[in-house]
């Protein structure tokens, strides 16, 4: 891991208080890593962003998100990341790292699922999450569901 050049601010919000211009910059750095740089077309507006239990964790850096996630609320009580990206030029400070421990902290004790790309399951099993069942393709990309129990 690289170290950080600069300070980067931690940034949570509900949905609900979320400004038009954080929602646009947001979607734009998940549509630059997930549709643009992994060269897949893929329905990242799914509907959840707006719910109004979903949070959504970033850090900045001037003003400008270099790494997401979203946490949702399941209908079954669990919660659920997903869209963790950081931009290309923020890769290896730790940002990832930093907001799952985040989101984990506003999970506590709660059972918490995602659907990890293959290539990070590793990253993820160092925060307690398990793979559940067989890897699966999601748009072209191999991934394995993943469960953090408490």
């Given amino acids: 891991m690289r170290s950080q050049p600069f300070p980067a601010t931690l940034r949570r919000k509900w949905s609900a208080d979320l400004t038009a211009a954080e929602v646009y910059h947001l979607l734009r750095l998940r549509n630059d890593v997930f549709v643009v740089e992994q060269n897949c077309a893929y329905a990242d507006l799914d509907g959840r962003d ?13 003003g400008a998100p270099q790494a997401y996630l979203r946490l ?9 990341i997903g869209r963790v990206c950081t931009a290309r030029a923020a890769r290896g400070l730790g940002f990832s790292r930093r907001l799952v421990e985040a989101a984990l902290v ?32 999601e748009d072209g ?9 408490r």
């Fill in 141 to 149: 990309i191999p991934h394995l569901r993943m469960r953090r129990s």
């Fill in 50 to 62: 707006l719910e109004p239990t979903t949070r959504h964790f970033w850090l900045e850096v001037d």
């Fill in 106 to 137: 506003e999970v506590g004790r709660t059972e918490c699922v995602l659907d990890a790309q293959t290539y990070v399951a590793d990253f993820y099993a160092s925060f307690g999450f398990r793979p559940e069942g067989a890897e699966f393709i």
């Fill in 72 to 80: 949702l609320e399941e209908p079954d009580g669990t919660y659920r």
